[in-house]
């Protein structure tokens, strides 16, 4: 017999059908047990004459004939006539996970993560970022993006020295990238358009809802573009398809309002509790242009008539910030001076200035992360909720 998937069950009413997955709670009543089967599809119930000794996450092979029973999920369920045990959990479960939401504490769930993720509800939080990805993917190969895969173990920091993670290389220095930032901008030069989604590095030495020390970056760069705006219609076609691929509606035209505006007083940088009040103020999607050049990365283009202030944005969501981008530099002498005044070494990044060295058009691009945007769209306070295994500053394991 053919194993069929617990959703498939309501075709085969009448017949006689197998299915496999692990138990996720049992039920007794009288002389009669109801099991509850899990498996990639979703649950289905077990009606069984007779009690079973089997443990919670037990897997299952179960086989019976499906019938129609208006209070079971999707209003059938089998009369197993056959339930034989391929494995069984060798000690109790420190977990529940029948429970329309999982009730532990975070800590407890990321300690057991292996049986924590099994939650339906845990593990369509994944399902919903599998499927952001793939639409964002879909819709940048639609506008004649080219995917590709650049090096994680890199010579040099992309966004500062402050947070990157330093490794031995073969007795030399190397680090971890903190992101595809200069490998991006490098294919501009040979694809005019790409984008990459993986996984970047931070040290990050804060312990917030916000921060993990690796995280995914989904990250997009094009060239001949006229500004920073260019790219913020790419990011709004994005995560228009991104919202849409989580179930809701696509946003429309998404507000842009001018950092010099919004910000507290003088302060140099947004705040958490700014990035709150402004999405209360604009709306769930607010972008944030033209950031202070100074609190950039040297390879952000200024606006040329304030240099001061940057062609970069900053896309707010739901009081976060999911997105980071703006226009690059492009010419040689642009990059060797900004990196002079900035008291830059600029040795270091002679591999990357070599693109610039042999002419790049205008060009700029963006970053999402992943977690983020998963943990906004759910409304979860903690960025760690959307992360399988996720690595901070005390967390290295599971
Ligand atoms: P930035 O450093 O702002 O920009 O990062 C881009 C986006 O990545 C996410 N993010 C994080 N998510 C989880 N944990 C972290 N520690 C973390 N740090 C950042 C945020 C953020 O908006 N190279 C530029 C992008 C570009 O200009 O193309 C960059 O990396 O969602």
């Known amino acids: ?17 197998m299915l496999r997955g692990w138990l996720q709670r049992e039920r007794r009543l009288s002389r009669v047990a109801f099991l509850v089967l899990r498996d990639r599809a979703g649950t289905a119930q077990i009606v069984l004459d007779e009690e ?10 179960v086989t019976g004939s499906v019938v129609e029973n208006a209070q079971a999920p999707h209003g059938v369920e089998i009369r197993a006539s056959t339930v034989t045990a391929l494995a069984a959990p060798s000690e109790p479960l420190p977990l529940e996970l029948h429970r329309p939401e999982p009730r532990e ?3 407890t769930r990321l300690d057991n993560a292996a049986l924590a993720l099994r939650h339906p509800a845990v593990r369509e939080r994944f399902r919903l970022a599998a499927r952001a990805v793939d639409a964002f993917r879909s819709r940048l190969r639609e506008l004649g993006f080219t995917e590709i895969h650049t090096p994680k173990i890199v010579a040099t920091a992309t966004e500062g020295g402050a947070n990157v993670f330093r490794l031995d290389y073969f007795g030399r220095d190397a680090y971890l990238a903190q992101s595809p930032q200069f490998y991006k901008q490098t294919m501009v030069g040979v694809f ?15 312990d917030t809802g916000r921060h993990l020390a690796e995280y995914v970056s989904l990250d997009a760069e094009l060239g001949f573009i006229d500004d920073h705006r260019d790219v913020m219609a790419v990011v709004e076609t994005c995560v228009s398809s991104m919202l849409a691929a989580a179930g809701l509606e696509p946003p429309g035209l998404i507000p842009v309002v001018r950092f010099e505006d919004v910000r507290t007083g003088s302060e140099p940088d947004l705040a958490p509790d700014d990035e709150r009040r402004i999405c209360r103020q604009h709306g769930e999607l607010v972008f944030v242009e033209g950031y202070p050049t100074a609190k950039r990365p040297f390879y952000t283009h200024p606006d040329p008539d304030r240099p001061q202030w940057s062609r970069s944005f900053d896309l707010l969501y739901r009081g976060v910030e999911i997105v980071t981008g703006g226009q690059r530099l492009h010419r040689y002498p ?3 001076a900004e990196l002079a005044t900035r008291e830059i070494d600029a040795s270091p990044f002679s591999g990357y200035l070599d693109a610039f060295r042999w002419g790049m058009p205008p060009h700029g691009g963006f970053a999402l992360g992943l977690e983020r945007f998963t943990a906004q769209v759910l409304g979860a306070t903690n960025v760690r909720e959307t992360t399988l295994f996720p690595r901070d500053r005390t967390r290295l394991s599971p």
């Open 52 to 61: 079973t000794t089997l443990a919670p996450e037990s897997v299952l092979e």
């Open 105 to 107: 504490a975070l800590p």
């Open 192 to 206: 005019e358009r790409v984008f990459e989604t993986g996984p970047v590095f931070r040290a990050e030495p804060h």
């Open 334 to 336: 642009d990059y060797v």
């Open 1 to 17: 017999m053919e194993r069929i998937l617990t959703s498939e069950l309501a075709a085969h009413v009448g017949e006689h059908v």
